[in-house]
Each structure stands twice: as C-alpha cells, then as structure tokens.
C-alpha cells in the first residue's frame, strides 16, 4: 500500500495502516474496539492524503476500519 496515494473510506486497509502509523502500540485490540465511532471519524479525517468526507462515512465503514486497525496491529506484534 502507498500511504501517499489519495484514498477514501471503502480503502479499509490503508486507513487501518495510516492509524496504526500514528498511534502505533498505543491501542491494543481491546482499546481498538472501544474507541467511540466520533473519535474514530475525526482521526480518519485527519490522515495524510485521506479525501472522504464526514457526510460520506457511515457505521459499516468505521466497523470495517476497526476490524482491519486490530488486523494491523495484530500484524506488528
């Protein structure tokens, strides 16, 4: 994946790795899971070379972005 491409909200994996690039081992797979879905959009949205918007994001992407965020780490450990 090239983080430095645009990419939106259907690009779990890229989210997944964007976030997991910023927090790093700061959250776990528990913490992962009970991030609230506000706090969750607003980091999306704050990613590098991320170009969806709020009004585009809906539960089913941010459950999407969760699980493969918990993939990710689990990849790292």
């Known amino acids: 994946?090239?983080?430095?491409?645009?990419?939106?909200?259907a690009d779990?994996?890229?989210?997944?790795?964007?976030?997991y690039e910023k927090f790093g081992d700061d959250f776990n797979e528990g913490k992962i899971y009970r991030i609230r879905f506000?706090?969750?959009?607003?980091?999306?949205?704050?990613l590098p070379n991320f170009e969806g918007t709020r009004e585009e994001c809906n539960?089913?992407?941010?459950?999407q972005i969760q699980?493969?965020?918990v993939h990710e780490w689990r990849d790292n450990q």
């Open 1 to 9: 994946m090239d983080l430095n491409l645009p990419f939106g909200w």
């Open 12 to 19: 779990y994996e890229d989210i997944a790795m964007g976030l």
């Open 38 to 46: 506000t706090d969750l959009l607003d980091w999306v949205l704050e």
């Open 59 to 63: 539960e089913g992407h941010l459950e």
């Open 67 to 69: 699980a493969n965020w």
